[in-house]
């Protein structure tokens, strides 16, 4: 440019050395964040025999297991060897077999339905809810300062001092059962989700707005990849907390459900109904989450994740 100092020319030569490498760091991380590795995964497929990448399938939950078998066995041994009488812990035989004649009878099902209605409804809503205004209190300052104060204040409230004004409320029938899981599955859900969204890298929202993305286009290209992991997590916390909260809910005079039978297990002296109903709902809390987890892996097969040494 004619009349332009040596020093305004090398100024604008390094703003465009800087453009042009932050566009290039961003299609990068574009193209880390959006796009499959179909060749990382054939890589991984021929290097991994069939045989032995199926031998690990089986192998991992069959590890997990050995904890609370050798302990059931070790159990079943004290009592079987006398050292102790297991009346008011029965052996793991005594729980299989009430769970077996609670299942002949029909109770066992009626009961788990129940649980399972009022666990699927309590999940929904409180994951729709907890989704919203995290995301809300996530992405605009303003409704985070008007809202993540009362909703924090709120998660300090123990679950069992909600029990008697939802009753109040909503009477002792299904739907105040529901809107208690709700609230416990709503705190997990609305923390992760406006944490995961504060918590997005500045540098890729900032080669978004290079690229001049649109605010849908920001949330589908950069923030939601960025998000999702918390959120899957956020997702399992809650219904973790969901399924203790479900127990609370069952005691507000429910007739069935596998609270019920913990409850008529203790007034009734039946120290065999009430681990059986504990058992399964460890049962159902592992199936669950597990459910969660795979449905959410396919929607996660960009990151590069550190695993340890052994886990692949």
Do not use: C
């Amino acid at each position: 440019m004619a009349g332009s100092s040596p020093a305004m020319t090398d100024l604008e030569s390094s703003r465009r050395s800087i453009r042009r490498l932050a566009i290039s760091i961003g299609k990068r991380l574009a193209m880390a964040m959006t796009v499959d590795l179909p060749a990382l995964e054939r890589t991984e497929s021929v290097e991994s025999p069939a045989p032995a990448g199926r031998l690990r399938r089986y192998a991992r939950p069959a590890l997990g297991l050995l904890l609370p078998v050798g302990l059931a066995l070790i159990w079943e041994f004290i009592v079987w060897r006398g050292w102790s009488n297991g009346r008011l812990l029965p052996p793991p035989t005594r729980v299989f077999a009430t769970i077996v004649e609670l299942g002949r009878s029909g109770e066992l099902t009626r009961h788990i339905a129940a649980t399972l209605s009022r666990m699927a409804a309590g999940f929904g809503l409180g994951v729709i809810a907890g989704t919203l205004l995290g995301a809300i209190s996530g992405y605009w300052a303003l409704a985070r300062r008007l809202l993540d104060p009362t909703v924090q204040a709120l998660r300090a409230i123990p679950s069992l001092a909600w029990v008697p004004l939802f009753i109040l409320w909503l009477g002792i029938f299904e739907t105040s059962k529901v809107a208690l899981i709700a609230v416990g599955v709503f705190f997990p859900v609305y923390l992760g989700v406006m944490g995961a969204i504060l918590s997005v890298d500045r540098k890729i929202v900032e080669v978004g707005r290079i690229f001049r993305l649109s605010g849908p286009a920001m949330i589908r290209r950069i923030l939601l990849p960025a998000v999702l992991p918390a959120y899957v997590v956020a997702l399992r916390v809650g219904l973790g907390l969901g399924w203790m909260f479900v127990v609370a809910a069952e005691l507000m005079g429910a007739s069935e459900g596998l609270g019920y039978l913990l409850l008529d297990g203790q007034q009734l002296g039946k120290p065999a109904h009430i681990l059986a109903a504990i058992v399964i709902f460890a049962i159902l809390g592992k199936a669950t989450d597990w459910l969660i987890e795979i449905a959410s892996a396919p929607f996660l097969r960009w990151q590069d994740a550190f695993r340890q040494i052994g886990a692949t």
